[in-house]
């Protein structure tokens, strides 16, 4: 059975790789004071830019396919956004591409009674991520990643400047 953000993903992956974009994360955020959902699309470029623009155009062309399928019954709001600078890691290639930067990686399950690491990530080899925190080297199952996300440094700060 599939889930509702699995449901999504068929619906839109196809558009935005269409238009040229890939997407970085779905996610559907229930509002704090009981109103619409947001629906919430990170994308980017191949290249890893995107623009204000390219935000813009995304959104008119997923409303579109939204409103043709109508996967979410409640009322949402969408949203098209870029990742960001301290972006989240959702892919085994954003593991690779910012390995050498500090991030935040929370399991769904905890490895031998931990669940959330910070340190500088070494990158992914087939399933396994790999962290170094304080010195130590900790590998986990990709599969078991909940949330992970870039932290902002000056380092990142820096290459984001000049482009990485």
Do not use: W
Not at 83 to 100: C, E, S, V, W
Not at 126 to 146: A, P, Q, R, S, Y
């Amino acid at each position: 059975m599939s889930s509702r953000l699995d449901i999504l993903h068929e619906i839109i992956d196809p558009v935005a790789e269409a238009m040229g974009y890939e997407i970085i994360r779905i996610a559907l955020q229930n509002s704090a004071r009981g109103g619409a959902v947001t629906l919430q699309i990170m994308a980017e470029r191949p290249d890893g830019t995107m623009l204000v623009e390219d935000c813009a155009r995304l959104s008119r062309e997923i409303s579109v396919i939204m409103d043709i399928e109508d996967p979410i019954s409640e009322e949402y709001v969408l949203e098209v956004s870029t990742p960001g600078i301290d972006r989240p890691l959702t892919r085994r290639k954003d593991f690779r591409n910012y390995a050498g930067y500090d991030a935040r990686i929370e399991l769904s399950v905890p490895d031998d009674g931990r669940r959330r690491y910070r340190g500088k990530l070494l990158g992914i080899t087939e399933d396994l991520v790999k962290i170094e925190v304080d010195g130590e080297v900790f590998e986990m199952d990709f599969n078991n990643i909940n949330r992970s996300k870039l932290i902002l440094t000056d380092e990142l700060l820096k290459q984001a400047s000049i482009g990485v």
